[in-house]
């Protein structure tokens, strides 16, 4: 059961934070040649407003949102506070709203979103990057690209394509299970010469940080909540 985090504990999300990069520094040295320490992402979806500037004083910089809503008012509210992500379904009827608040989209998974982000077009957000979510599990009505489709899409996209996501079936086994597919998500990355990798949240953040992660996207591990928060991106 996923619940509202009504109230941070700054000192243990900062001893979280510490313990959380000490591991991800080891486990770049497990990594494959050439990929970067993996960056924490605070997914912040079930997050009150007013914990945010907890957040941030326990040492976290770089958060994701899942909603285009809840990213407006509360950049509005904390502008200067974090670096922000999406990492919510993208609908295209939403990206407008999305674009110019972000550094990075890691879910880009339809030809629809790619035309909504040409329209809106680069002066928007000079800055703006994306990332291709893709579905190498196969499984049925999961969000996501197929692996075949990821040249075309890079070739059609106005926007930079700088990496790609994915999210494998869900685990209960420490995350062993989801190390083929985050190992397949790299394969193709490396293939199209992608720098970034967006695989891992607290089911399964530490295998993919072995396999090359760049960003694990955190709520339990990272919040120290009873239940896993961040949902399916966190």
Do not use: C
Not at 12 to 31: D, G, M
Not at 89 to 107: D, E
């Amino acid at each position: 059961m996923v619940r509202l985090i009504e109230q941070l504990d700054p000192d243990l999300v900062r001893a979280n934070l510490a313990r959380i990069e000490a591991e991800l520094s080891a486990a770049a040295s497990r990594a494959p040649a050439g990929r970067q320490q993996a960056r924490v992402l605070a997914a912040i979806k079930y997050l009150p407003d007013d914990q945010l500037p907890v957040l941030a004083a326990a040492g976290v910089r770089l958060v994701g949102e899942n909603r285009a809503q809840q990213l407006q008012a509360r950049q509005d509210a904390f502008p200067d506070l974090f670096e922000w992500h999406f990492i919510g379904q993208l609908q295209s009827r939403k990206v407008a709203a999305i674009a110019p608040r972000v550094t990075l989209i890691h879910s880009v998974a339809s030809r629809s979103a790619l035309a909504a982000l040409e329209k809106v077009g680069a002066d928007a957000n000079p800055g703006l990057r994306l990332l291709i979510e893709v579905n190498v599990s196969g499984e049925p009505g999961k969000a996501g690209i197929a692996p075949g489709e990821l040249a075309s899409y890079i070739d059609a996209a106005t926007v930079p394509v700088v990496g790609l996501m994915t999210m494998p079936p869900l685990s209960e086994d420490g995350g062993e299970s989801s190390r083929p597919y985050f190992a397949a998500l790299r394969e193709l990355a490396d293939r199209h010469s992608l720098e970034h990798l967006s695989m891992g949240t607290s089911q399964d953040w530490l295998v993919g940080a072995q396999e090359g992660a760049t960003f694990v996207r955190l709520g339990t591990k990272l919040f120290g909540a009873g239940d896993r928060s961040g949902g399916a991106n966190g």
